[in-house]
């Protein structure tokens, strides 16, 4: 279970940001990252006990620590990338694009910054370190692992109003069945990503 062993690293820091991402492997849709700062490292310990990497929870539990996070004192930035930041930058560059906004709209600058992964972002306003399966080890990443995955599922949901061809509202955008059986018979639209192989395809073939 996550813990702050890592934020207590920073000696004399006190507003240290946790920042993952969701969305960098489906097909469509924009990638979003989540900053969270837990000001002082103090949290409730039943907010801390629920906290988890994001993959690990039930949508369920997803949606109802999203909201005990507003609740919260945490303080909370997001921010992301667009499909057509996606195909012109790549995106690990877009990813990194939606972080540093995340950064940018938390309430108050970041002192320090742990990053979920193996690399850091440039052009970040403070010092920073990445970590490696973050968002299950620190409880300011799995935070923000949990910030980014509500905010985009809930923004998928919304496109599948709009184009409920291809299933968003439950993959969210990934490679799934549904998702292929939706491209065949309507092809791609508007919120695809139009670099990523299997959509480029689809384009090369029409």
Request: hydrophobic share 40%; glycine share 8%.
């Amino acid at each position: 279970m996550p813990d702050f062993k890592y934020e207590l690293l920073c000696e004399k820091t006190k507003l240290i940001a946790g920042i993952d991402e969701a969305g960098r492997g489906p097909w469509a849709g924009p990638v979003v990252a989540g900053a969270v700062i837990f000001p002082d490292l103090q949290i409730s310990d039943s907010l801390a006990k629920k906290l988890d990497d994001s993959k690990k929870l039930t949508a369920a539990k997803r949606e109802a620590l999203f909201e005990e996070l507003h609740a919260s004192n945490a303080l909370i930035g997001c921010g992301m990338a667009s499909v057509e930041e996606i195909d012109s930058l790549n995106i690990l560059q877009a990813t990194f694009l939606a972080m540093n906004r995340a950064v940018k709209n938390l309430p108050q600058a970041p002192e320090f910054i742990i990053i979920d992964g193996n690399k850091i972002p440039p052009d970040l306003p403070c010092p920073a370190r990445f970590l490696i399966k973050g968002d299950a080890l620190s409880l300011s990443v799995a935070a923000a692992s949990i910030i980014a995955k509500v905010t985009r599922d809930r923004l998928m949901g919304e496109l599948a109003k709009e184009f409920p061809y291809y299933g968003w509202e439950k993959n969210a955008g990934y490679g799934t069945k549904a998702h292929q059986d939706g491209l065949k018979t309507h092809g791609i639209c508007i919120h695809h990503r139009k670099s990523y192989a299997p959509i480029r395809k689809i384009i090369n073939e029409i």
